[in-house]
């Protein structure tokens, strides 16, 4: 690809990126304010989001950190990096709402940066009210366990029985590579989809309507992150952003920006 074009893709991404932020009802959590604004750790509720950052442990910390290591535009200069400090299976977690734009009852999309540092345990992202280990309430659960990513189709025990490793993601996770995971979620029929790039390598990875793990569960809107009760893995994310669903500028930056990295990928 010619230099000018590389550019002027980039440029259009930008473009899109900062419009669909400035069109999302929800305030996108990009960590760059003070620790007493809406996307700062001990910050307050506000601009869609019912509830500051909250957690179940002081054995589970969350820290907003500088010189990130995302290279995503609009990343900017900080990141929030999850950390367990012992195997308590709690989370971190905010819960987002319907405000005008928005309703979270209709189908909606979460996405965010991620960036793993470990790969001998797990992390969970999932949906359930309250915070907390998941126990049978839970919606949509996505894990990155080990080096692979993991999605929970449907399962009405306790257990987790129902889990499947999404196609193409065993051995998927590389330390310190940045993934763009994008969850697009259809409430009113219990489904769920996942798409994973892996930005740095230039590959993705996907999973169709998967199902809640309870087809009785609403979602909640808490955003729990979470490293499990086994071995501790420590992970970050930026730009956590919820919208209604995407507007055609928003698809089309990111899908240039898939297009770039993976023809990038190709021709390195």
């Known amino acids: 690809?010619?230099?000018?074009?590389?550019?002027?893709?980039i440029a259009m991404l930008v473009v899109a990126w900062a419009s669909l932020a400035q069109a999302a009802p929800i305030q996108v959590l990009s960590f760059e304010g003070q620790p007493t604004?809406?996307?700062?750790?001990f910050g307050v509720?506000?601009?869609?989001?019912?509830?500051?950052?909250?957690?179940d442990s002081p054995n589970y910390e969350g820290?907003?950190?500088?010189?990130?290591?995302?290279?995503?535009?609009?990343?900017?200069?900080?990141?929030?990096?999850?950390?367990?400090?012992s195997d308590n299976a709690q989370s971190i977690h905010r819960t987002y709402q319907s405000v005008p734009g928005l309703d979270i009852t209709q189908p909606h999309q979460i996405?965010?940066?991620?960036?793993?540092?470990?790969?001998?345990?797990f992390a969970r992202i999932y949906d359930l009210a309250?915070?907390?280990?998941?126990?049978?309430?839970?919606?949509?659960i996505l894990m990155a366990?080990?080096?692979?990513?993991?999605?929970?189709?449907?399962?009405?025990?306790?257990?987790?029985?129902?889990?499947?490793?999404?196609?193409?993601?065993?051995?998927?996770?590389?330390?310190?590579?940045?993934?763009?995971?994008?969850?697009?979620?259809?409430?009113?029929?219990?489904?769920?989809d996942v798409v994973i790039d892996d930005l740095t390598a230039g590959t993705s990875i996907s999973y169709e309507?998967?199902?809640?793990r309870n087809q009785g569960t609403s979602v909640s809107g808490t955003i729990n992150f979470n490293d499990g009760n086994g071995n501790l893995t420590n992970f970050d994310i930026d730009l956590l952003t919820v919208i209604p669903e995407p507007s055609t500028l928003a698809l089309l930056g990111l899908g240039m920006a898939a297009a770039l990295v993976r023809r990038r990928g190709r021709t390195a």
Not at 1 to 9: D, E, G, H, Q, V
Not at 48 to 54: H, K, L, N, Y
Not at 162 to 185: C, Q, S
């Open 111 to 121: 996405s965010f940066l991620y960036r793993q540092h470990t790969n001998n345990g």
């Open 1 to 9: 690809m010619k230099l000018s074009t590389y550019l002027l893709a």
């Open 145 to 192: 366990e080990g080096t692979d990513f993991v999605i929970f189709d449907s399962d009405f025990g306790t257990g987790f029985t129902a889990r499947d490793t999404i196609p193409g993601g065993e051995d998927f996770i590389v330390i310190d590579h940045e993934y763009l995971i994008t969850i697009d979620i259809r409430p009113g029929d219990g489904r769920f």
């Open 45 to 55: 509720a506000g601009n869609g989001w019912a509830t500051p950052w909250e957690d």
């Open 63 to 85: 820290e907003i950190r500088s010189e990130n290591p995302f290279t995503f535009p609009g990343a900017g200069d900080h990141y929030f990096n999850f950390q367990g400090t």
């Open 209 to 212: 309507d998967a199902r809640f």
């Open 130 to 140: 309250g915070g907390g280990n998941l126990g049978t309430a839970a919606a949509w």
């Open 37 to 41: 604004d809406v996307d700062g750790y």
